[in-house]
């Protein structure tokens, strides 16, 4: 499991428009550099971001190895409607970390 | 015979006319994109569009110290509403190896066109983001960037 660090406001006024940070532990391997005996590294990176908003996709990400390492993205979303944000990363591996976040709007 | 020398020709044209690529061959860099390759991922996001300056706005630290993570911001002037939103925002970059940085796709729920995110930059060049808007217009802006400890060059 890796590490990730989410920011989303605790609350908000319904239309406030909030920003919401993310990050994830992960070394964005490019593909392009090599090891001490002169090997190729695999690349290894996340490719996709994902943050939906009760189920509704609100922010999509293609992510490339020009991305550093450790991919923080902060973008910004209407609060509509209590509720959770969920965030999702997927790797080169296909495989899928997910997080989730409460939103309470007033 | 004809057929090969055909084959390899554009190869050695390419070389030779960028200067570039010779001074990457010298210090056996990984391979870099280059203005064509960009131009290249941009046609491809764009397709036969226009691609206008304005609305658009990159936001680089002129010099910084480490390639590595090189922090970005968009932003782009929309309403951001059903009928005029920022669909898509591309980045894209013209020495790292690949021409993509990143695709963000924003909509209505956005509320604001602005995302930030943190960039490795393989030497000093330019940076050009490109937004897409709901209407179906282009609108670009580009950032020049000195890089004096590049991304990807360090062992390990």
């Known amino acids: 499991m890796a590490r990730a660090l989410i920011n989303v406001p605790a609350k908000a006024k319904r239309g406030d428009i909030v920003e919401i940070k993310a990050l994830i532990a992960h070394p964005m391997e ?24 009760n189920g ?6 293609e992510l490339f190895p020009a991305l550093a390492a ?7 979303i209407v609060a509509s409607e209590s509720g959770v944000l969920t965030f999702s990363w997927t790797d080169d591996h296909d495989q899928t970390e997910v997080r989730t976040a409460p939103i309470t709007v007033e | ?27 056996i860099r990984p391979a870099q994109a ?26 680089l630290p002129p010099l910084v110290e480490n390639g590595n993570a090189v922090p970005l911001t968009i932003s782009v002037e929309s309403r951001m509403t059903a009928e005029d939103h920022v669909k ?36 000093s060049q330019t940076v050009i983001a490109i937004a897409q808007m709901s209407d179906g217009s282009f609108w670009s802006d580009s950032a020049d960037v000195v890089v004096t400890l590049a991304a990807c060059v360090e062992g390990l």
Do not use: W
């Not at chain 1, 090891?35 to 939906?52: A, H, L, Q």
């Not at chain 2, 057929?3 to 001074?23: C, Y």
């Not at chain 2, 203005?35 to 304005?54: C, K, L, N, P």
């Open chain 1, 70 to 76: 450790n991919p923080f993205i902060a973008f910004s």
């Open chain 1, 30 to 53: 490019t593909g392009y550099r090599h090891d001490t005996k002169g090997e190729p590294i695999p690349r290894d990176i996340i490719k996709s971001f994902v943050c939906s908003y």
């Open chain 1, 56 to 61: 509704e996709d609100v922010f999509r990400a």
């Open chain 2, 34 to 59: 280059s203005d064509e390759t960009m131009r290249g991922a941009m046609r491809q996001f764009i397709s036969e569009a226009q691609v206008r300056t304005g609305r658009i706005k990159l936001d």
């Open chain 2, 88 to 123: 898509t925002i591309a980045i894209f970059n013209q020495k790292n190896p690949q021409p993509n940085v990143a695709t963000f796709h924003l909509g209505p729920r956005s509320g604001r066109a602005s995302v930030s995110t943190r960039i490795r930059l393989a030497d």
């Open chain 2, 1 to 27: 015979m004809k057929q090969e020398q055909k084959k390899i020709e554009p190869n050695r044209r390419e070389l030779i006319a960028s200067g570039a690529g010779m001074m990457a061959l010298l210090l």
